[in-house]
């Protein structure tokens, strides 16, 4: 980015006594704040005093209400402008050098071009406002090789967010400059400066939105927006867009991945990595509790997997994000106690959500009593009778995830699990067995590359439309599909072919022919689990179907399930003529990837035809 060089003299001091050693971050620090002409800087040190701070700050500038203490200690509601409730998949942008380098999935833009906009739109776009240093690192800071950033932001909201997802502040600092190591710089604006005595609003934003990755140079770019995913660079922007293309280059996955420890009566553990699609049921698996008796469980991470071959051949996982910031609504007492009982321990954020009279918060499936009277999201009053969700479909929790009674001490081996099984589920009314298991490891990248669901609030747009979400990886992947599915082809040559994972489909959302769900999910799920194991270990039956293994009538333990056998067969039934229209689908996805698709792939869906034809 070019500098200004009418920068703000305070903010110019403010960097000169910044007393970083890394002269790569004081130049760019010294860069942005001659852009973006901050009325200061603070560069975070991560303690709790400072957030402290800041938490105070913002209740006392009306973007925080602070909750009671007694039911949600030290914790925050915030609320957004309407207009800046999701991620923004349309103004997305993968600037690749080569526009055949971003793919049919993204939005490409010249990058000299790009730069030319975003010069533009972060001159000034700081005035008024204090800019705020990050420096963090995703995965463990004692890893062989930790992947840092540091994300310069307006927002304080994003500041206190940040301390929560990720290993941020002064210790990060002090290692990033002793080892004069790579840094992704990722910089920030809610596109919302401030004239002076103008007053501010409680979510400042801007109706032009820009989210831009630069992938050759690892670069991160982010205005207009103070949401989330739009906002804590570290997560999708960073841990998926930017460390999929850094995961290519050096020859490891970045996945959007829920990693869960299973153990069974035996006491013999297991590890499972799965993709699902956002507000598919992702943070209600990694935080499953199992309903057979003798099973455990243990989460080490509901959302992003950087999976490398270890020295043996085998697949290993860590989860590189400090916290959750999961989907509320739907996360509830009776569906995910584990994810409860971690927020209720407080240290939390939480946006877009509901708030009780008594000074709590509430969404839709939080209880299964629904409150007599709330204020929801939009700081209106509300009644079971309004007609309207109390909270946004899309609203957040951020909360550490050293709180979750259920973590895994594995969460902090810099060296990660060995993954067991991988799988990855989405959201069909049909079609789609409960469970299938692949053939082999290329079909089971088959099985992931032509992945779909039906949409959900987790992004702007129509709901309910069946879309192909490779991977669940369709609004995360960095660079080309067809490379990005070569990659995970080409990588398993690296892989001990007797300890790859077994790969399943899942679909926890299949209906009956009278419209109710199959199955009922949730701790259920163990039993689904149960039978992944006994594939893995050779004990499970299973009925081979055109695509693939389903569980063999009585295989699945039901015990104590009251679930009827018509209920379990629709379940798991695979319909041709459903089949007929999916595979017209899956021929219709693959045209859109033309020569990137790998011929392997093009040879699964051939034979899967030819099976269904026999």
């Given amino acids: 980015m070019k500098g200004n060089p009418m920068g703000n003299a305070a903010a110019q001091q403010s960097v000169e006594q910044a ?45 925080f209400t602070r909750l009671n203490p007694e039911l949600f200690p030290n914790s925050f509601a915030a609320f957004s402008d309407p207009v800046d409730v999701a991620r923004v998949e349309d103004r997305t942008f993968i600037c690749s050098e ?30 008024g406002r204090t800019m705020y240093v990050i420096p963090f690192v995703m995965g463990p800071l004692d890893a062989k090789d930790p992947k840092f950033g540091v994300e310069i932001t307006d927002s304080a909201y994003v500041v206190a967010s940040m301390r929560i997802m990720a290993n941020i502040g002064k210790e990060v600092l002090a290692q990033l400059e002793a080892s004069k190591a790579f840094f992704v710089p990722a910089l920030h604006s809610v596109g919302a400066p401030l004239e002076a005595g103008q007053k501010d609003v409680a979510w400042p934003c801007n109706p032009e ?35 999929s293309v850094m995961a290519r280059d050096e020859g490891w996955l970045a996945e959007h991945m829920l990693i869960l420890k299973l153990t069974s009566p035996e006491r013999k553990s297991y590890h499972v990595a799965a993709a699902f699609p956002s507000a598919c049921g992702k943070t209600n698996l990694a935080l499953l509790q199992p309903t057979i008796p003798g099973w455990t469980t243990e ?31 739907g996360t509830g007492w009776s ?8 927020i209720v321990k407080g240290n939390s954020i939480f946006t877009n959500v509901a708030l009780t009279d008594d000074g709590g918060v509430w969404w839709e499936g939080m209880t299964d009593e629904v409150p007599a009277h709330l204020t929801d999201w939009q700081g209106q009053d509300w009644t079971p009778g309004s007609g309207r969700p109390a ?7 951020c909360t550490p995830i050293d709180q979750v009674d259920m973590l895994s001490q594995d969460y902090y081996s810099p060296d990660g699990v060995e993954i067991n099984a991988i799988l990855f589920g989405g959201r069909r009314k049909t079609t789609v067995p409960l469970i299938t298991e692949a053939r082999d490891w290329t079909h089971g990248i088959f099985m992931g590359s032509t992945l779909s669901s039906e949409t959900t609030a987790a992004a702007t747009g129509a709901v309910g439309v069946v879309r192909r979400d490779p991977m669940a990886m369709l609004p995360f992947m960095g660079y080309d599909a067809g490379d990005y599915l070569k990659h995970w082809i080409e990588l398993s040559g690296a892989a001990n072919a007797e300890r ?42 299973a009925v081979e179907t055109p695509i693939g293994f389903v569980p063999e009538a009585g295989s699945l333990d039901l015990t104590g399930l009251d679930v009827s056998m018509a209920d379990i067969e629709d379940a798991l039934k695979v319909v041709p003529q459903e089949w007929a229209a999916e595979l017209e689908g899956i021929e219709q996805w693959y045209a859109r990837f033309g020569d990137s698709l790998p011929g392997e792939l093009a040879a699964e869906l051939e034979d899967l035809k030819a099976r269904f034809a026999a």
């Fill in 335 to 342: 569906t995910n106690p584990n994810a409860m009982a971690a």
């Fill in 500 to 541: 790859l994972p077994k790969i399943f489909l899942v679909n926890w959302f299949r209906r009956t022919s009278a419209g109710g769900f199959a199955w009922p999910g949730f701790g259920e799920n163990s039993r689904v689990l149960k039978w992944v194991v006994e594939r893995i270990e050779g004990t499970a039956t």
């Fill in 98 to 127: 080569n526009e055949r380098d971003a793919g049919f999935t993204n939005n490409w833009m010249d990058p000299v071009a790009m730069k030319e906009i975003l010069n533009e739109k972060f001159a000034g776009s700081m005035r």
């Fill in 209 to 243: 939105k820009w989210i831009v990755h630069f992938p050759e140079e690892r670069s991160i770019f982010s205005f207009g927006s103070g949401y989330g995913g739009n906002a804590l660079l570290g997560k999708k922007c960073f841990a998926l867009r930017i460390a």
């Fill in 391 to 397: 909270a946004h479909p899309n609203s957040r929790f």
């Fill in 19 to 63: 007393m970083t050693t890394h002269e790569g971050l004081a130049a760019w620090v010294d860069g942005v704040a001659a852009l973006t002409l901050p009325h200061n800087i603070h560069w975070v040190d991560g303690s709790a005093q400072e957030y402290a701070r800041l938490t105070d700050q913002l209740v006392d500038e009306g973007t």
């Fill in 299 to 329: 989460t080490l991470g509901d959302d992003i997997n950087w999976m490398r071959f270890g020295k043996e051949g085998e697949l290993r996982a860590v989860n590189p994000e400090a916290g959750l910031f999961g989907v509320a609504p």
